[in-house]
Nanobody, 123 residues
Framework: QFVESGGGLVQSGGSLRLSCTPS????????IAWFRQAPGKGQEGVAC????????MYAESVKGRFIVSRDDAKDTAYLQMDNLKPEDTALYYC??????????????????WGQGTQVTVSP
């Protein structure tokens, strides 16, 4: 339901930009969120953006380093990740829900999920 891309291996302090494109539906009118799961840890909500892009939320662990955005003309959502740290290493997923009623960093609010893209940050 999503195609995620942009993951990879980067050194600490580096940057990556993740992309998330739905198929076959559209990002329009959907709230979109990014989650991550590191080995042996639970799923963590990282960032989310409302359907109109006028509201964003971030986990405390990524505030000031990550930026979530969307381009509905391209049916794509993005997660710009700067100043990456080894503790950011995880499988990153995007998720979506129609409208804004589920907007937030809890996975229960979302119905549509991607397969994930791996981000690995070396020390």
């Amino acid at each position: 339901q999503f195609v995620e891309s942009g993951g990879g291996l980067v050194q600490s302090g580096g940057s990556l930009r993740l992309s998330c494109t739905p198929s076959p539906w559209t990002t329009r009118a959907h709230s979109i969120a990014w989650f991550r799961q590191a080995p042996g840890k639970g799923q963590e909500g990282v960032a989310c953006i409302s359907s109109r892009g006028d509201e964003v939320m971030y986990a405390e662990s990524v505030k000031g380093r990550f930026i979530v955005s969307r381009d509905d003309a391209k049916d794509t959502a993005y997660l710009q990740m700067d100043n990456l740290k080894p503790e950011d290493t995880a499988l990153y997923y995007c998720a979506a829900i129609f409208g804004d009623s589920g907007l937030g960093l809890r996975s229960a609010g979302y119905q549509l999920w991607g397969q994930g893209t791996q981000v690995t940050v070396s020390p």
